[in-house]
């Protein structure tokens, strides 16, 4: 029994280096020498140890958001697959994975009016418009992978995916990969949509809404964000180039040097690019959902 | 018998005529009583060959109350009404004898249509009956003193009872009694009517009588 | 034959007593006891299920007998509350309304009997006439006009509906002289022989005739203007009684073309005249702002329902009597709580009226379940009717007819809702109306019995009802 | 069965003997909350006992009534509605007796609690109806309680407009069903269900029973262009009331369309692809005119229409599975659909109870002016909240459960080679991150943050009567997200009774369906565990540490005042924008001026589109084309004589 959750078990262990390794190739780009690569456990190891400041306005609705943004995403991680196998999977759990996810982002948002700051509600107003764009594209990647794969469960879509043989396929996966690609980077608040490192409150999305967490809830969040994101690329890495079902090690191996190349991707994507206005975002958004429609007509034929 | 009758209808038409035609009310009033009495004696020429007591009886009220009952009844409200200046109706005169022509066509045409009933006494009863109806319809709806609509009601009772004769001996007495009694009610109430309304407007032009209206 | 004689002296002789009468205090009680009478008459030839006759011309049928028993039920109604309604009205001598309310009874009472045309004829010319000087009760300006051009408008109706008799004669006696001509007994066996041109002229002119009667469209223009003058109680006796009478003097037409198998002209006459007065009640029913003149709008709506009943046939014509009855109590309730609300805020035009429900607690609520039972809402009668009618419709495939029918109905709910709930509802206007009389057990009780009556009647129909509504039916070739 | 008779017996003495003249007012309203509950109760178990699948003989009286009998039964599917609609109803009595307090004094509450118990029969009969006839009775008599109810507050002109226009609604809608069910009647010979089911002659008036019946039912359930007085009735009814009209008089509406569909034996393909966009541009649309909504009630009703979108989605796509012979597709689709329908119940009169607890708190329905309720209401906060992630269908709750189920119906549909197929899960996804951003918003702008206006900050906890049935339908929602397994049969079993499934293949599919969700019952068990887990890691963390309070960040400003907060609208105004040519929004405001500005003012409200652009206008445009001819009437009494004239001639000329 022990067995099935190994692949949980690494997600939990390796999702902070994805942040490490993308600030490392933004210094690279810039030509600094950037932060080390285990910065962000260094980080969560002393907010653990810190005290906790809350706002004198909040409620427990406050100090569950944290919480519960984290319990959502370590129990989404559990159906997607890691070097081509899952900790769970059954019929239907995309569905789960995605509204897993959604409670996660209703509870932060939650949190963010809690503070009763202009900031936070601003953040959370954007925050929820842009999930508006990004569920429907989610939705019909996952309605094209279960049309072509013939499943709905998560881990088998990836996995047994034949996209690379047939000719037809290269097209769509092309398709599904970038509409993929521009979710992704707008779930995780990565730079074409939103600026992680930014310090000015009315530009933010995602960081402005937890501005007033500090200590452990701060870690909390910052670990969440970081699963949330090696999710994402897992799911990256299966659909570009399908697992070697050899031995463990040898598809562990692929799948790491996969989960490197996507992250240095998206690391050169956010050193080249800078913010959208915040007006083009939902026509980013738009443009990543017609697309996949259109690899949805593609795979009608 | 026969010319008789013609004359008779004839001058039924010929009383139409004068009432579409002429002004003063009076005349009019007058012209009509003598319809009435036409109308009276056209039974006893109609069935010349019935004797009956009954014929008699009816054609005696009938000139009675359509000669000189009613007619008087519209004199008394006349005089109340103090009106004796010939009454302007809402469309030219001449119009109105033109209108009233296309009637007796049209009733001549409706009569047409049905088939003779074998034994009526002559052939002309049917359209003149219609054409008297219609051309009571036409008075009562160009005339603008009220008093003159009742005049074309009266009109359309003699025109439907000229009809009523064909069949003098199929209608048993007491229904003749009957319509003879309901119409001259009809008349009576519409006289009072006719008394009230002048009191309460001051005239009985039926140009006051529009304020209920959608 | 004693009851018939009964039923038909005993309202002239009181009408006689109440002439002589001087209090007015005391006359309307004479309504009272005629309508007592005549009642208790009525009841007893439901009781001894006696089919009563003088000679051949006045006898009693199931047709007859549904309407003989409406009128009384609904005159009963209106007596009791005419005593409270002339008390209140002392300022006006009621020797004239007594009076002519009691002739209007036992001419009314004369048609349900009359088996001859002739005699049908001058029976609703004699309820023409009684009922003109109920209108010029008011004694106003307003209410001399509508009696006017009542009297105007029916009496050439009538004029035309004689002729129309006497076409029938004509078409009897084409094939040569037959003994009792115009009689409905003696007619119907030989309605073989009639001259079908005839025929045809004499249906005309007698469906237009009592058509103005009944006040179907275009013969409607009398209508709004009659009731919207007249009082409450009188509003009610026409729109019940009256217009039942002439719908047996139809029925008594559609029985002569049933026998002489002319009912395939005579259908799409009477289904053009139905749907024409219902579109014609619907159009003017939208910007309504009298409350009275609705009543009135929705009073040849019914009579349109009725006639396309009669036309349609079958199921329909069971429903057409159904609803005959229903409409009759269900106007009763409407009419006499106008009354009440008129009399109250001193003014007919519904956007002067509001919070009749706290001002007139009794009224409002009366009035709003009138209006709910008149739009055909389940509970009450009318919606088995207009169910019945419409399944009638539906049953013949006439998809033209059901899509009008509906049609008309749900602008008619429209219009009436607009001018009802905001008069039922709302904060009553505090100005000197909140003087106005209240309500009394005189005024809201006999109402309320006849709302009683329709709820009932939606929910269930007695079996006697029944058994007469279905031979009425069946005079004119209907079914269950 | 006698339990059912037994059941509505107890309810109307509720409502009748409120009118004994020797009554006090509390005791009044005693007895009628007592007995209505215990009706309630008593009405549960032949419903559970249906639900169960155990068939109940049906009651037969015959009824002097033309073509009309009254017999009751109940059938999986009616039982299914029974007990949701007993379980709201006693909700909302409950709440009631406590909320229609204040309103003692200056009016007598009789006819209110008289109505009420009549709606609450004639609802319990429409289930249970199995003659066309007495359905149409019961379903008027229905319409005129809801009427009277909704008309309460009668003396404000809005809501008198609302009632009238609720009622011009209705009665439209039932003149459709007349002909449907005239049609069906007469076609198949009697009036009684039973005699209908199936009948070979129904199938040539197939498409004209299906385009009315979608109209008159699709008028009360609220498909998107008939939905116009729901957003109007909703806000003027009292908060019990419109929390049973959202919970269960709408779904009256969803029961016709199934019970009439069903009587066709082969429902051809387009029915379901009609079911289907209908159900999707209502849930779009809904959701998208709840956001732009700021007053809560108003909100709801939008939100009301959305998740009717939800429900005929999934009986589209049921539909689609009959129509293609895939018993998984239709029994998920068609599961899918009656579990929304009772969770929809149930989040949906709890949070018109809570917006009705926090009415009676604040007095006012206006979410821009509240803000701070959990501090001073955490009880309704925690209901309300728990209602909302409900309804949003997230995880722990029964709202997942049941779009699960339709979400795997649109996929396995999706599979299929029809294009348009695919549509039905981006859609789904899409109401619900709508869904998502309209409860943060409307949960946010009332509870959390800081108390807007002294009314507000002044707001005191409900009584228990009030917590009570908000607390017992919320524990419900999280009862049916955690063991969804086990309700799942008898979820089969009323959707073999909706829809034309051979019995065999139901079972079938019952079996698949079944662990799958048991899956979904650890799924949330494993959540909540883990989230309890890191709780309970964060506490051990903290205990050594020191814990302070302090003021929100204000990026340096400290003066921060509550006004400065995100309200309903401002929170609602960058969603609202992106949907600019759906939401018929108007603003008005006058912005502060010059330099030193004395006074600024902003007012946002958003009318309903359908109604404002599309209705209004057109029966406008009817009234002012009908009083033309109202000219006719002109009062000059010879042309009367003439219009009588010219059509008899004209008839003569015609037919002789």
Known sequence: MLTTFIPLGVTLVAAPLVPGLINKTKAAFAGRQGPPLFQLYFDLLKLLNKGAVYSRVTTWIFRAGPIVSLASVIVAALFVPVAGTASLSFSGDIIAFAYLLGLGRFFTVLAALDTGSSFEGMGASREVTFAMFAEPTLFIIFVILARVTGSLSLSSMLTQAPLVGTPSMAGLLALVVFSLFIVCLAENSRIPVDDPATHLELTMIHEVMVLDHGGPDLAFILYGASIKLFVMVAMLAHLVFPMPDGSPVQSGLVFGSLMALITIVIGIVESAMARLRMVRVPRLLMAACMIACFGMIISLR | MEHVTQLLLILVILANLFVLGSHPLGACIRAVAFQGIALGLLPLSLHPEERSIHLFVIALGMVGLKGFVIPGLLFRAIRDAAIRKEQEPLIGFNTGLFLGAILVGLGFGIAGKLPLPPHTGSSMVVPVALSTVMMGLLVIVTRAKILSQALGYLILENGIYTFGLILAAGLPGLIEMGVLLDIFAGIFIMGTVIEHIHREFGSISAHKLVNLRE | MTILLLLLLIPVVLAGVSLA????????????????????????????????????????????????????????????????????????????????????????????????????????????????????????????????????????????????????????????????????????????????????????????????????????????????????????????????????????????????????????????????????????????????????????????????????????????????????????????????????????????????????????????????????????????????????????????????????????????????????????????????????????????????????????????????????????GGLR | MTFLGLSLLMVFLGGVLVFLPGLSRRAASLTHTVLVLAGCGVGLVPAWQALAGQTLSSVLVSWSVPGGQIELGIDALSGLFLLLHFVVSAAAVLFGSSYFEPYEEERSLKSVRFFLSGFIIAIALVFTAQNAVLFLVAWEMMALAGFFLVAFEGHERQVRRAALLYFVATHLGTLCLFVVFG??????????????????????????????????????????????????????????????????????????????????????????????????????????????????????????????????????????????????????????????????????????????????????????????????????????????????????????????????????????????????????????????????????????????????????????????????????????????????????????????????????????????????????????????????????????????????????????????????????????????????????????????????????????????????????????????????????????????????????????
């Open chain 3, 21 to 476: 009468i001087r209090s007015d205090v005391w006359r309307p009680w004479m309504l009272v006891i005629a309508a007592v009478l005549h009642a208790s008459l009525v009841a007893n030839l439901w009781v001894s299920d006696a089919w009563p006759s003088i000679g051949t011309w006045l006898s009693l049928d199931p047709a007859g007998k549904v309407v003989l028993s409406l009128i009384s039920a609904l005159f009963l109604a209106a007596s009791v509350y005419a005593v409270g309604y002339l008390h209140r009205r002392l300022e006006r001598p009621n020797r004239t309304f007594v009076t002519s309310l009691l002739f209007f009874l036992s001419a009314t009472s004369v048609v349900a009997f009359s088996q001859h045309f002739g005699l049908l004829w001058v029976a609703l010319e004699a309820t023409t006439l009684a009922s003109a000087p109920l209108l010029y009760f008011n004694h106003n300006s307003r209410s001399l006009e509508a009696t006017w051009k009542y009297l105007l408008i029916c009496s050439v109706g009538i004029a035309l509906a004689l002729l129309g008799t006497f076409f029938l004669a004509v078409a009897e006696t084409f094939q040569g002289p037959v003994e009792s001509a115009l009689l409905l007994p003696a007619m119907l066996p030989r309605a073989g022989s009639l001259s079908v041109p005839w025929l045809h002229a004499a249906f005309i002119f007698l469906l237009v005739g009592y058509g103005t009667k009944m006040g179907l469209a275009p013969m409607h223009t009398w209508k709004p203007d009659a009731y919207g003058e007249a009082p409450g109680l009188v509003g009610f006796l026409l729109s019940g009684v009256l217009t039942s009478c002439a719908f047996l003097a139809l029925v008594r037409l559609t029985q002569v073309c049933q026998a002489a198998g002319q009912m395939d002209f005579a259908r799409p006459l009477f289904i053009l005249l139905g749907l024409l007065s219902m579109g014609v009640a619907a159009v003017f029913m939208l910007g309504q702002t009298d409350y009275k003149r609705m009543l009135a709008y929705s009073s040849v709506e019914h009579m349109g329902i009725l006639t396309l009943g009669l036309g349609l046939g079958g199921l329909a014509t069971y429903g057409a009597w159904l609803h005959m009855v229903n409409n009759g109590l269900a106007k009763g309730v409407l009419f006499l709580m106008a009354g009440n609300i008129h009399r109250h805020y001193r003014t007919k035009t519904a956007s002067e009226v509001h919070g009749v429900l706290h001002r007139l607690p009794w009224s409002g609520a009366l009035f709003m379940a009138g209006f709910i039972a008149i739009t055909g809402s389940p509970p009450f009668g009318l919606f088995m009717s207009e169910f019945t009618i419409l399944r009638g419709a539906i049953g013949n495939g006439h998809w033209g007819i059901v899509a009008g029918y509906l049609g008309c109905l749900a602008v008619i709910f429209i219009g009436m809702a607009r001018i009802v709930v905001p008069m039922v509802f709302g904060e009553p206007p505090n100005d000197a109306a909140a003087s106005g009389p209240k309500d009394s057990f005189l005024t809201t009780f006999t109402p309320l019995v006849l709302l009683a009556a329709v709820l009932v009647l939606g929910l269930y129909i007695p079996s006697w009802l029944d058994r007469a509504l279905l031979a009425a039916a069946q005079l004119v």
């Open chain 4, 183 to 656: 049609v069906l009647g007469m076609r198949a010979g009697s009036f009684a269900f039973a005699q209908m089911a199936g009948h070979p002659a129904l199938l040539a008036a197939s498409t004209p029973i299906f385009v009315l019946a979608l109209l008159g039912f699709g008028s009360k359930a609220g498909f998107v262009p008939l939905h116009i007085w729901l957003p109007e009735a909703h806000p003027a009814a009292p908060s019990p009331v419109s929390a049973l009209m959202s919970g269960v008089m709408i779904k009256t509406g969803i029961y016709g369309l199934l019970r009439v569909l069903g009587l066709f034996a082969q429902p051809p393909a387009w029915w379901g692809l009609t079911l289907g966009a209908i159900g999707m541009c209502s849930g779009i649309l809904g959701i998208v005119w709840a956001l732009a909504q700021s007053d809560v009630k108003r909100f709801l009703a939008y939100s009301s229409i959305e998740n009717v979108g939800i429900i005929t989605l999934g009986i589209g796509i049921g539909y689609l599975g009959v129509s293609f012979h895939n018993p998984l597709i239709a029994l998920f689709g068609l599961a899918g659909t009656l579990w929304h329908v009772v969770n929809h119940g149930l989040f949906k009169s709890a949070l018109f109870l809570g917006a009705g607890s926090v009415l009676h708190a604040t007095g006012s329905r206006d979410m821009n002016q509240q803000g701070g309720l959990f501090t001073r209401m955490p009880l309704t906060g925690c209901c309300v909240l728990m209602a909302s992630m409900a309804i949003c269908g997230l995880p722990p709750f029964n709202g997942f459960i049941s779009e699960w189920l339709i979400y795997s119906g649109a996929f396995h549909l999706g599979q299929r080679q029809e294009l348009y197929l695919f549509v039905g899960a981006p859609v789904l996804a899409l109401i619900g991150a709508l869904a998502v951003a309209c409860f943060s918003n409307a949960f946010g702008a009332q509870f959390l943050g800081v108390a807007r206006t002294e009314r507000a900050s002044a707001a005191k906890e409900s009584d228990w009567r009030m917590l009570l049935p908000m607390g017992a339908l919320t524990g419900a929602c999280l009862m049916i997200g955690l063991v969804p397994g086990r309700c799942f049969p008898a979820l089969g079993r009323a959707a073999a009774a909706a829809a034309p499934l051979s019995q065999m293949d139901v079972l079938g599919a019952i079996g698949d369906g079944g662990p799958l969700l048991s899956n979904i019952g650890l799924l949330s068990g494993a959540f909540l565990f883990l989230a309890t887990f890191l709780f309970l890691m964060r506490q051990g963390i903290l205990a050594g540490k020191d814990v302070a309070q302090s003021s929100t960040w204000g990026c340096g400003y400290s003066l921060v005042s509550a006004r400065a907060q995100y309200t309903a609208s401002s929170f609602a105004q960058f969603p609202v924008s992106l949907f600019r040519s759906l939401v018929d929004r108007r603003v008005e405001s006058d912005r502060p001026k010059g330099y030193f500005p004395t006074g600024a003012r902003f007012r946002s409200s958003a009318p309903d589109l359908i109604l404002n652009r599309v209705v209004s206008p057109l029966v406008e445009r009817s009234l002012a084309w009908m009083s033309t001819f109202r000219r006719l009437q002109h009062g000059k009494v010879q042309l009367y004589l003439l219009y009588m004239f010219v059509f008899m001639v004209a008839l003569l000329f015609w037919k002789l």
